[in-house]
């Protein structure tokens, strides 16, 4: 099989890319670029993955997927928090309204998930 420079891209993979140029613009300290991918990455769920598809590798999928967009939201919910202005690490309007949407549209696609329920109650704006 010989490939001549065709390449494909899914949305989980570019999902994948933004998340980790967003963790390593966090570490880099440069939030404000971070925060902008992460939103990126979380944009591009329309909705559960393999929604009408039940054969064992779109389960494995949707699973590990599901998985994925549950831990990164509640990580980017908690650095928005944490992301405030000293002395008192207050955080600023904006990034709780954004880590509130975030977790609203995370939790239609994943209504069972208890620990995005939580913090999503805790975001009072």
């Known amino acids: 099989m010989v490939n001549r ?10 999902f ?3 998340l980790t140029h967003a963790n390593a613009l966090e570490r ?5 670029f971070a925060k902008k991918e992460y ?6 769920f329309r909705g559960e993955p393999f929604k009408k ?8 999928m949707r699973r590990a997927i599901l998985n ?3 831990s990164n939201a509640i990580n980017f919910a908690k650095s928005c928090l944490e992301r405030g202005d000293s002395p008192n690490r207050v955080a600023e309007p904006k990034s709780v309204a954004d880590a509130r949407k975030v977790l609203e549209k995370v ?3 994943i209504p069972t998930s208890e620990e995005i329920k939580k913090m999503s109650d805790s975001f009072i704006v």
Request: net charge negative; no cysteine.
């Open 16 to 18: 994948e890319q933004l």
């Open 28 to 32: 880099a300290g440069e939030w404000g």
């Open 68 to 70: 994925e967009l549950e």
């Open 53 to 60: 598809m039940y054969d064992p590798w779109s389960e494995h």
């Open 5 to 14: 420079g065709i390449h494909f891209i899914t949305d989980y993979a570019e």
């Open 39 to 44: 939103l990126r990455a979380f944009k591009l």
């Open 107 to 109: 939790l239609k696609i």
